[in-house]
Protein backbone atom coordinates (compact mmCIF):
# COMPACT_ATOMS: atom_id res chain seq x y z
CA UNK A 1 0.00 0.00 0.00
CA UNK A 2 2.81 2.57 0.98
CA UNK A 3 4.61 1.83 -2.29
CA UNK A 4 1.74 1.95 -4.63
CA UNK A 5 1.39 5.54 -2.77
CA UNK A 6 4.99 6.48 -3.05
CA UNK A 7 4.14 5.43 -6.93
CA UNK A 8 1.35 7.80 -7.11
CA UNK A 9 3.37 10.65 -5.43
CA UNK A 10 6.40 9.93 -8.05
CA UNK A 11 3.56 10.48 -11.21
CA UNK A 12 1.58 13.49 -9.70
CA UNK A 13 5.66 15.36 -9.46
CA UNK A 14 6.53 13.71 -12.86
CA UNK A 15 3.49 15.44 -14.60
CA UNK A 16 4.47 18.92 -13.18
CA UNK A 17 7.54 18.18 -14.52
CA UNK A 18 6.32 17.51 -18.07
CA UNK A 19 3.75 20.61 -17.88
CA UNK A 20 6.51 22.80 -17.71
CA UNK A 21 9.35 20.81 -19.10
CA UNK A 22 8.88 22.52 -22.40
CA UNK A 23 9.06 26.09 -21.29
CA UNK A 24 11.95 25.38 -19.35
CA UNK A 25 13.96 24.22 -21.97
CA UNK A 26 12.71 26.55 -25.24
CA UNK A 27 13.52 29.49 -23.05
CA UNK A 28 18.23 28.45 -22.59
CA UNK A 29 17.63 26.87 -25.78
CA UNK A 30 16.24 29.91 -27.82
CA UNK A 31 18.49 32.23 -26.06
CA UNK A 32 21.55 29.75 -26.70
CA UNK A 33 20.86 29.51 -30.37
CA UNK A 34 20.74 33.38 -30.66
CA UNK A 35 23.96 34.37 -29.40
CA UNK A 36 26.24 31.66 -30.99
CA UNK A 37 26.89 29.32 -28.02
CA UNK A 38 28.77 26.14 -29.24
CA UNK A 39 26.78 22.72 -28.50
CA UNK A 40 28.98 22.04 -25.51
CA UNK A 41 27.71 25.66 -24.10
CA UNK A 42 24.41 25.08 -25.06
CA UNK A 43 23.85 21.44 -23.58
CA UNK A 44 25.44 23.30 -20.29
CA UNK A 45 22.91 26.26 -20.19
CA UNK A 46 20.09 23.82 -20.84
CA UNK A 47 20.61 21.53 -18.07
CA UNK A 48 22.03 23.84 -15.60
CA UNK A 49 18.60 25.75 -16.29
CA UNK A 50 16.65 22.80 -15.58
CA UNK A 51 18.47 22.11 -12.50
CA UNK A 52 18.10 25.36 -11.13
CA UNK A 53 14.15 25.45 -11.71
CA UNK A 54 14.27 22.70 -9.41
CA UNK A 55 16.00 24.53 -7.07
CA UNK A 56 14.11 27.62 -7.43
CA UNK A 57 10.94 25.69 -6.79
CA UNK A 58 12.50 24.44 -3.64
CA UNK A 59 13.12 27.39 -2.19
CA UNK A 60 9.83 28.71 -2.95
CA UNK A 61 7.94 25.94 -1.81
CA UNK A 62 10.16 25.63 1.52
CA UNK A 63 8.61 28.50 4.01
CA UNK A 64 10.90 29.79 6.36
CA UNK A 65 11.54 32.92 8.50
CA UNK A 66 13.10 34.73 5.48
CA UNK A 67 11.90 33.47 2.38
CA UNK A 68 9.65 30.98 0.64
CA UNK A 69 6.03 31.53 0.05
CA UNK A 70 4.88 28.14 1.26
CA UNK A 71 2.46 26.96 -1.72
CA UNK A 72 2.51 24.57 -4.01
CA UNK A 73 4.23 26.29 -6.66
CA UNK A 74 6.63 25.80 -9.30
CA UNK A 75 9.17 28.09 -10.95
CA UNK A 76 10.13 27.67 -14.18
CA UNK A 77 12.39 29.91 -16.71
CA UNK A 78 10.70 33.71 -17.80
CA UNK A 79 9.56 34.06 -21.08
CA UNK A 80 9.83 37.72 -20.78
CA UNK A 81 13.21 37.45 -20.35
CA UNK A 82 14.34 36.20 -23.22
CA UNK A 83 14.31 39.10 -25.49
CA UNK A 84 15.97 41.22 -23.52
CA UNK A 85 18.78 38.61 -22.54
CA UNK A 86 19.01 38.17 -26.47
CA UNK A 87 19.48 41.57 -26.64
CA UNK A 88 22.28 42.54 -23.41
CA UNK A 89 24.21 39.45 -24.98
CA UNK A 90 24.37 40.36 -28.60
CA UNK A 91 24.78 44.12 -28.01
CA UNK A 92 27.38 43.83 -24.86
CA UNK A 93 28.28 39.75 -23.77
CA UNK A 94 26.93 36.76 -22.15
CA UNK A 95 29.11 37.82 -19.11
CA UNK A 96 26.66 41.30 -19.23
CA UNK A 97 23.71 38.98 -19.08
CA UNK A 98 25.11 37.31 -16.13
CA UNK A 99 26.12 40.81 -14.10
CA UNK A 100 22.33 42.28 -14.83
CA UNK A 101 20.96 39.00 -13.55
CA UNK A 102 22.76 39.13 -10.37
CA UNK A 103 21.84 42.79 -9.74
CA UNK A 104 18.32 42.22 -10.91
CA UNK A 105 18.02 39.05 -8.32
CA UNK A 106 19.83 41.10 -5.50
CA UNK A 107 17.40 44.13 -5.98
CA UNK A 108 14.54 41.84 -5.90
CA UNK A 109 15.77 40.75 -2.66
CA UNK A 110 16.06 44.15 -1.23
CA UNK A 111 12.62 45.26 -2.43
CA UNK A 112 10.65 42.48 -1.43
CA UNK A 113 9.40 43.85 1.64
CA UNK A 114 8.41 47.32 0.16
CA UNK A 115 7.09 45.49 -3.06
CA UNK A 116 3.44 44.92 -2.12
CA UNK A 117 3.33 48.69 -1.62
CA UNK A 118 5.33 49.54 -5.21
CA UNK A 119 2.71 47.64 -7.01
CA UNK A 120 0.82 50.29 -7.16
CA UNK A 121 3.72 51.52 -10.18
CA UNK A 122 2.52 48.66 -11.74
CA UNK A 123 -1.15 48.39 -12.76
CA UNK A 124 -2.17 46.23 -15.76
CA UNK A 125 -2.05 49.72 -17.96
CA UNK A 126 1.78 49.51 -17.28
CA UNK A 127 2.51 45.61 -17.28
CA UNK A 128 0.11 44.50 -19.97
CA UNK A 129 2.22 47.13 -22.10
CA UNK A 130 5.31 45.89 -21.29
CA UNK A 131 4.47 42.32 -21.60
CA UNK A 132 2.83 43.16 -25.35
CA UNK A 133 6.14 44.74 -26.33
CA UNK A 134 8.27 41.74 -24.91
CA UNK A 135 6.37 39.31 -26.85
CA UNK A 136 6.03 41.41 -30.09
CA UNK A 137 9.81 41.59 -30.18
CA UNK A 138 10.30 38.20 -29.71
CA UNK A 139 8.15 37.32 -32.91
CA UNK A 140 11.14 38.02 -35.34
CA UNK A 141 13.40 35.15 -33.71
CA UNK A 142 10.51 32.46 -33.86
CA UNK A 143 10.14 33.38 -37.45
CA UNK A 144 13.68 33.00 -38.17
CA UNK A 145 13.54 29.70 -36.09
CA UNK A 146 10.08 28.81 -38.11
CA UNK A 147 12.33 28.95 -41.47
CA UNK A 148 15.44 26.90 -40.54
CA UNK A 149 17.32 29.20 -38.67
CA UNK A 150 18.85 32.55 -39.47
CA UNK A 151 21.93 32.25 -41.83
CA UNK A 152 20.93 28.77 -42.79
CA UNK A 153 21.44 27.02 -45.86
CA UNK A 154 18.06 25.68 -46.49
CA UNK A 155 16.50 28.70 -44.76
CA UNK A 156 13.28 29.35 -46.13
CA UNK A 157 12.94 26.08 -47.34
CA UNK A 158 9.79 24.46 -48.27
CA UNK A 159 10.71 21.64 -46.12
CA UNK A 160 11.38 23.74 -42.97
CA UNK A 161 8.46 25.79 -43.71
CA UNK A 162 6.12 22.77 -43.65
CA UNK A 163 7.60 21.38 -40.45
CA UNK A 164 7.46 24.57 -38.68
CA UNK A 165 3.29 24.16 -39.83
CA UNK A 166 3.47 20.64 -38.96
CA UNK A 167 4.21 21.04 -35.32
CA UNK A 168 2.13 24.38 -35.18
CA UNK A 169 -1.05 22.22 -36.31
CA UNK A 170 -0.28 19.13 -33.74
CA UNK A 171 0.03 21.91 -30.95
CA UNK A 172 -3.50 23.29 -32.34
CA UNK A 173 -5.01 19.91 -32.31
CA UNK A 174 -4.37 18.99 -29.26
CA UNK A 175 -5.62 22.18 -27.55
CA UNK A 176 -8.45 21.34 -29.62
CA UNK A 177 -8.98 17.91 -28.86
CA UNK A 178 -7.16 16.76 -25.68
CA UNK A 179 -8.63 17.39 -22.39
CA UNK A 180 -7.25 17.79 -18.67
CA UNK A 181 -3.34 16.87 -18.40
CA UNK A 182 -2.70 16.23 -21.80
CA UNK A 183 -4.14 19.75 -22.96
CA UNK A 184 -1.71 21.26 -20.34
CA UNK A 185 1.58 19.73 -22.48
CA UNK A 186 0.52 19.82 -25.91
CA UNK A 187 3.64 22.70 -26.45
CA UNK A 188 5.62 19.60 -25.72
CA UNK A 189 3.50 17.13 -27.57
CA UNK A 190 4.19 19.06 -30.50
CA UNK A 191 7.81 19.41 -30.21
CA UNK A 192 7.92 15.72 -29.48
CA UNK A 193 5.99 14.30 -32.78
CA UNK A 194 7.24 17.00 -35.10
CA UNK A 195 10.86 16.49 -33.90
CA UNK A 196 9.44 12.12 -34.90
CA UNK A 197 8.38 13.42 -38.54
CA UNK A 198 11.36 15.34 -39.03
CA UNK A 199 14.00 12.65 -38.74
CA UNK A 200 12.13 10.94 -41.47
CA UNK A 201 13.52 13.96 -43.23
CA UNK A 202 16.96 13.53 -42.12
CA UNK A 203 16.88 16.90 -39.87
CA UNK A 204 17.65 15.46 -36.58
CA UNK A 205 20.83 14.98 -35.57
CA UNK A 206 21.79 12.56 -32.20
CA UNK A 207 25.34 13.65 -31.84
CA UNK A 208 25.46 16.10 -28.80
CA UNK A 209 23.63 13.44 -27.09
CA UNK A 210 26.00 11.11 -27.90
CA UNK A 211 29.05 13.41 -27.12
CA UNK A 212 27.69 14.92 -23.94
CA UNK A 213 27.91 13.17 -20.45
CA UNK A 214 26.04 11.36 -18.37
CA UNK A 215 27.02 13.53 -15.13
CA UNK A 216 28.33 16.99 -14.15
CA UNK A 217 28.39 19.48 -11.63
CA UNK A 218 26.86 23.34 -11.62
CA UNK A 219 29.85 25.56 -12.41
CA UNK A 220 30.10 29.03 -11.01
CA UNK A 221 30.56 31.58 -13.84
CA UNK A 222 30.73 29.12 -16.51
CA UNK A 223 30.66 31.70 -18.89
CA UNK A 224 33.28 34.01 -17.62
CA UNK A 225 33.42 36.83 -14.75
CA UNK A 226 30.19 38.78 -14.91
CA UNK A 227 29.77 42.50 -16.37
CA UNK A 228 28.32 45.38 -14.93
CA UNK A 229 26.13 47.84 -17.35
CA UNK A 230 23.81 50.36 -16.24
CA UNK A 231 21.09 49.58 -19.63
CA UNK A 232 21.94 45.53 -18.98
CA UNK A 233 20.56 45.90 -15.60
CA UNK A 234 17.93 48.42 -15.37
CA UNK A 235 16.23 45.66 -18.62
CA UNK A 236 16.23 43.13 -16.48
CA UNK A 237 15.27 44.71 -13.29
CA UNK A 238 11.91 45.67 -15.48
CA UNK A 239 11.89 42.24 -16.36
CA UNK A 240 11.74 40.65 -12.61
CA UNK A 241 9.43 43.32 -11.55
CA UNK A 242 7.08 42.66 -14.24
CA UNK A 243 7.57 38.79 -13.17
CA UNK A 244 6.91 39.90 -9.53
CA UNK A 245 3.21 41.95 -10.47
CA UNK A 246 2.37 38.11 -12.36
CA UNK A 247 4.08 36.43 -9.69
CA UNK A 248 1.48 38.06 -7.23
CA UNK A 249 -1.49 36.83 -9.16
CA UNK A 250 -0.42 33.51 -9.13
CA UNK A 251 0.35 33.67 -5.38
CA UNK A 252 -3.31 35.08 -4.19
CA UNK A 253 -4.92 32.01 -6.85
CA UNK A 254 -3.22 29.62 -5.48
CA UNK A 255 -3.91 30.77 -2.17
CA UNK A 256 -7.46 30.83 -3.18
CA UNK A 257 -7.17 26.82 -4.59
CA UNK A 258 -5.09 26.32 -1.21
CA UNK A 259 -7.63 28.08 0.69
CA UNK A 260 -4.91 30.37 2.79
CA UNK A 261 -4.91 33.42 3.29
CA UNK A 262 -2.29 35.28 1.47
CA UNK A 263 -0.44 37.87 4.03
CA UNK A 264 1.88 40.59 3.53
CA UNK A 265 5.08 38.73 5.50
CA UNK A 266 3.57 35.71 2.53
CA UNK A 267 4.14 37.93 -0.42
CA UNK A 268 7.84 39.25 0.82
CA UNK A 269 8.94 35.78 1.60
CA UNK A 270 7.68 34.59 -2.10
CA UNK A 271 9.29 37.55 -3.57
CA UNK A 272 12.54 37.27 -1.84
CA UNK A 273 12.56 33.62 -2.81
CA UNK A 274 12.22 34.57 -6.15
CA UNK A 275 15.32 36.94 -6.08
CA UNK A 276 17.26 34.50 -4.54
CA UNK A 277 16.34 32.20 -6.98
CA UNK A 278 17.25 34.65 -9.61
CA UNK A 279 20.94 35.76 -7.94
CA UNK A 280 21.96 31.63 -7.77
CA UNK A 281 20.95 31.59 -11.35
CA UNK A 282 23.55 34.30 -12.20
CA UNK A 283 26.04 32.59 -10.12
CA UNK A 284 25.77 29.44 -12.04
CA UNK A 285 24.94 30.99 -15.32
CA UNK A 286 21.38 29.93 -15.74
CA UNK A 287 18.49 32.76 -16.63
CA UNK A 288 15.93 34.48 -14.18
CA UNK A 289 12.90 32.22 -12.90
CA UNK A 290 8.80 33.20 -12.22
CA UNK A 291 5.68 31.42 -11.39
CA UNK A 292 4.61 29.55 -13.79
CA UNK A 293 0.21 29.75 -13.94
CA UNK A 294 0.20 26.22 -16.45
CA UNK A 295 1.14 24.06 -12.98
CA UNK A 296 -0.90 26.40 -11.51
CA UNK A 297 -3.82 25.12 -13.78
CA UNK A 298 -2.57 21.34 -12.86
CA UNK A 299 -3.12 21.78 -9.37
CA UNK A 300 -6.70 23.03 -10.05
CA UNK A 301 -6.99 20.03 -12.10
CA UNK A 302 -6.04 17.37 -10.44
CA UNK A 303 -6.91 18.34 -6.76
CA UNK A 304 -3.62 17.57 -5.44
CA UNK A 305 -2.44 20.28 -3.27
CA UNK A 306 0.27 18.70 -1.04
CA UNK A 307 3.74 20.17 -1.02
CA UNK A 308 5.35 17.10 -1.18
CA UNK A 309 3.99 16.49 -4.94
CA UNK A 310 5.73 19.75 -5.80
CA UNK A 311 8.87 19.04 -3.57
CA UNK A 312 9.26 15.78 -6.24
CA UNK A 313 8.98 17.66 -9.20
CA UNK A 314 11.80 19.55 -8.03
CA UNK A 315 14.34 17.13 -7.32
CA UNK A 316 12.83 15.49 -10.12
CA UNK A 317 13.91 18.59 -12.21
CA UNK A 318 17.46 18.74 -10.30
CA UNK A 319 18.07 15.41 -11.19
CA UNK A 320 17.00 15.90 -14.90
CA UNK A 321 19.82 19.04 -14.98
CA UNK A 322 22.54 16.89 -13.76
CA UNK A 323 22.42 14.80 -16.34
CA UNK A 324 23.88 16.40 -19.55
CA UNK A 325 22.78 13.94 -22.19
CA UNK A 326 19.40 14.89 -21.48
CA UNK A 327 20.05 18.46 -22.03
CA UNK A 328 21.54 17.79 -25.03
CA UNK A 329 18.41 15.55 -26.70
CA UNK A 330 16.92 18.95 -26.66
CA UNK A 331 19.37 20.12 -29.31
CA UNK A 332 18.09 17.16 -31.70
CA UNK A 333 14.89 19.20 -32.18
CA UNK A 334 15.13 21.06 -35.62
CA UNK A 335 15.21 24.72 -35.78
CA UNK A 336 11.89 24.65 -37.73
CA UNK A 337 10.29 22.70 -35.52
CA UNK A 338 10.99 24.83 -32.88
CA UNK A 339 10.12 27.66 -34.18
CA UNK A 340 6.53 26.30 -35.13
CA UNK A 341 6.47 25.94 -31.25
CA UNK A 342 7.82 29.38 -30.03
CA UNK A 343 4.86 30.87 -32.27
CA UNK A 344 2.55 29.73 -30.30
CA UNK A 345 4.24 30.30 -27.03
CA UNK A 346 6.10 33.68 -27.72
CA UNK A 347 2.78 34.73 -29.24
CA UNK A 348 1.00 34.08 -26.18
CA UNK A 349 3.51 36.42 -24.61
CA UNK A 350 1.85 39.07 -26.38
CA UNK A 351 -1.43 37.83 -26.26
CA UNK A 352 -1.57 37.53 -22.23
CA UNK A 353 -0.14 41.02 -22.46
CA UNK A 354 -3.42 41.76 -24.75
CA UNK A 355 -5.35 39.90 -21.70
CA UNK A 356 -3.85 42.19 -18.81
CA UNK A 357 -4.47 45.21 -21.07
CA UNK A 358 -7.99 43.68 -21.49
CA UNK A 359 -8.83 44.83 -18.11
CA UNK A 360 -7.94 48.37 -18.57
CA UNK A 361 -10.69 51.44 -18.54
CA UNK A 362 -10.26 52.75 -22.02
CA UNK A 363 -12.39 55.33 -21.99
CA UNK A 364 -10.33 56.78 -20.55
CA UNK A 365 -7.80 58.75 -22.96
CA UNK A 366 -5.01 58.92 -20.25
CA UNK A 367 -5.00 55.18 -20.47
CA UNK A 368 -5.24 55.06 -24.12
CA UNK A 369 -1.64 57.42 -24.25
CA UNK A 370 0.05 55.55 -21.75
CA UNK A 371 -0.32 52.84 -24.47
CA UNK A 372 -0.38 54.29 -27.82
CA UNK A 373 2.83 56.19 -26.90
CA UNK A 374 4.48 53.28 -24.85
CA UNK A 375 4.48 51.09 -27.46
CA UNK A 376 5.45 53.04 -30.36
CA UNK A 377 8.80 54.17 -28.56
CA UNK A 378 9.57 50.50 -27.18
CA UNK A 379 8.79 49.20 -30.98
CA UNK A 380 9.99 51.83 -32.96
CA UNK A 381 13.23 51.56 -30.92
CA UNK A 382 13.56 47.58 -31.58
CA UNK A 383 13.04 48.46 -35.65
CA UNK A 384 15.09 51.70 -35.76
CA UNK A 385 17.69 51.43 -32.87
CA UNK A 386 19.78 54.26 -33.86
CA UNK A 387 17.20 56.82 -34.11
CA UNK A 388 18.66 58.13 -30.34
CA UNK A 389 22.54 57.69 -31.69
CA UNK A 390 22.79 61.37 -31.80
CA UNK A 391 21.75 62.11 -27.76
CA UNK A 392 24.58 61.95 -25.07
CA UNK A 393 26.01 58.97 -23.94
CA UNK A 394 24.21 59.26 -20.66
CA UNK A 395 20.74 59.12 -22.03
CA UNK A 396 21.12 57.14 -25.23
CA UNK A 397 22.18 54.16 -22.79
CA UNK A 398 18.61 54.12 -21.71
CA UNK A 399 17.32 55.01 -25.60
CA UNK A 400 18.80 52.10 -26.95
CA UNK A 401 17.12 49.76 -25.65
CA UNK A 402 12.83 49.36 -26.83
CA UNK A 403 12.11 47.38 -24.30
CA UNK A 404 13.65 49.85 -21.94
CA UNK A 405 12.53 52.83 -23.32
CA UNK A 406 8.71 51.36 -23.76
CA UNK A 407 8.70 49.45 -20.14
CA UNK A 408 10.16 53.80 -18.49
CA UNK A 409 7.90 55.54 -20.93
CA UNK A 410 5.01 53.18 -19.61
CA UNK A 411 6.05 53.82 -16.17
CA UNK A 412 6.40 57.14 -16.29
CA UNK A 413 3.87 58.37 -18.12
CA UNK A 414 1.35 56.57 -16.04
CA UNK A 415 2.33 58.17 -13.34
CA UNK A 416 1.92 61.94 -14.79
CA UNK A 417 -1.41 60.96 -16.72
CA UNK A 418 -3.27 58.90 -14.19
CA UNK A 419 -1.61 61.02 -11.37
CA UNK A 420 -2.74 58.65 -8.76
CA UNK A 421 -0.31 56.84 -6.48
CA UNK A 422 -2.81 55.48 -3.50
CA UNK A 423 -2.54 51.60 -3.59
CA UNK A 424 -5.55 50.23 -5.02
CA UNK A 425 -7.43 46.97 -4.52
CA UNK A 426 -8.60 47.15 -8.20
CA UNK A 427 -5.58 46.51 -9.43
CA UNK A 428 -4.70 44.05 -7.36
CA UNK A 429 -8.22 42.50 -7.72
CA UNK A 430 -7.30 42.36 -12.03
CA UNK A 431 -3.66 40.73 -11.11
CA UNK A 432 -5.34 38.08 -9.30
CA UNK A 433 -8.17 37.85 -11.86
CA UNK A 434 -5.73 37.31 -14.69
CA UNK A 435 -3.64 34.86 -12.93
CA UNK A 436 -7.04 32.58 -12.01
CA UNK A 437 -8.24 32.77 -16.24
CA UNK A 438 -4.27 32.20 -17.04
CA UNK A 439 -4.81 28.83 -14.80
CA UNK A 440 -8.08 27.79 -15.26
Known amino acids: MEQRQHLKDASLGLQHVLAMYAGAVIVPLIVGSSIGLTTAQLTYLISIDIMMCGVATILQVWKNKFMGIGLPVVLGCAFTAVGPIINIANTYSIQSVYGA ?76 FARGFFASIAILIGIIVGTIIAAFFGQVDLSPVKEASWLHLPVVFYFGTPEFHLVPILTLILVAMVSLV ?19 ADLKRGYRAE ?58 IPESVLGGAMIAMFGMVSAYGIKMLSTVNFENQNNLMVVAISLALGLGVTAVPDVFSSLPSSISVITESG ?21 SDEIKDQIYEAAEDDAK
Not at 255 to 263: A, H, S, V, Y
Open 101 to 176: ILSAGLFVVIVARYFSKLIKFFPPVVTGTVVTIIGLTLIPVALNNFAGGQGAEDFASIENVSLGFITLLIILVVLK
Open 246 to 264: ESTGVYFALGDITDKEIRE
Open 275 to 332: GFAIMLGGLFNSLPYTTFSQNVGLIQLSGVRKLKIIYIAGVMLMILGLMPKIGAATLA
Open 403 to 423: IVMGSLSAIILNIVLNFNLEP
